[in-house]
């Protein structure tokens, strides 16, 4: 991804919390030169990598494939007592976007349709060899209530209703075509994008990004840059 569509897409995420009166934490607005002010103050937000996060999972198709991403809050796997013990995100997909399919292997999340337009989601079994069980149905809960769906059918959210997804189950959301944009909340245990993304697509967790104007903000892998400017 250019740096350019990242900026871009950042702007467009504000303007949609803003317009569903969603306020985020006060470093999610910082400029440059005010992360840089309070670099030696963000140990445990680098540490959980809260902040902002957009990708195209490596697709080069970010219209389609992809999502604006912001971690509220996040513990660590590997460092107790830093963070939470949770995490909460806020996923932001343009209408006809999606998430590419993938399980984790640790994180049990519920997926909360916050606002806007509706959210398509498929959902599927994980096979003994790791591979996508599009054969059995699967069992999942939403909101209290145990549904059963077919493999791969299309599983309709509308606003304030949630699907709580286990480890190992396959899924992949997105904002339904002609419903508008969609913001998606995410509740969860604690999250590592680093080790607990499992995915049925030639996909990569993280954009690589060329650099064709100055970062607005930082994104939550990328806080090193900090350091080094």
């Known amino acids: 991804m250019k740096r350019s569509e990242i900026n871009g897409a950042i702007r467009w995420a504000e303007n949609l919390l803003a317009g569903a009166n969603i306020r985020l934490p006060r470093f999610a607005y910082w400029s440059m030169d005010e992360w840089r002010a309070h670099r030696d103050e963000i140990s445990a937000i680098r540490t959980v990598?809260?902040?902002?996060?957009?990708?195209?999972?490596?697709?080069?198709?970010?219209?389609?494939?992809?999502?604006?991403?912001?971690?509220?809050?996040?513990g660590s796997l590997t460092a107790p007592g830093v963070g939470s013990p949770y995490a909460e995100k806020y996923i932001l997909l343009r209408e006809g976007q999606r998430l590419p399919i993938h399980y984790h292997a640790s994180k049990t999340e519920d997926i909360i349709n916050r606002g806007g337009g509706v959210m398509s989601m498929r959902l599927y079994n994980r096979l003994p060899d790791g591979g996508v069980d599009r054969e059995s149905d699967v069992e999942v809960w939403s909101d209290g209530l145990k549904l059963t769906v077919k493999p791969g059918e299309e599983l309709l959210v509308?606003?304030?209703?949630?699907?709580?997804?286990?480890?190992?189950?396959?899924?992949?959301?997105?904002?339904?075509?002609?419903?508008?944009?969609?913001?998606?909340?995410?509740?969860?245990?604690?999250?590592?994008?680093?080790?607990?993304n499992y995915f049925a697509e030639p996909v990569s967790r993280f954009a690589d990004i060329e650099e064709d104007e100055p970062i607005c903000h930082p994104l939550c892998n990328e806080y090193d840059k900090l350091w080094k400017e």
């Open 158 to 196: 509308t606003r304030g209703n949630s699907v709580r997804l286990t480890p190992f189950m396959y899924h992949l959301f997105g904002a339904q075509e002609g419903q508008g944009d969609l913001i998606v909340g995410e509740v969860s245990a604690v999250n590592d994008d680093n080790t607990d």
């Open 49 to 74: 990598m809260q902040g902002w996060d957009i990708t195209d999972f490596g697709s080069g198709d970010f219209p389609r494939i992809g999502a604006v991403l912001f971690t509220v809050r996040n």
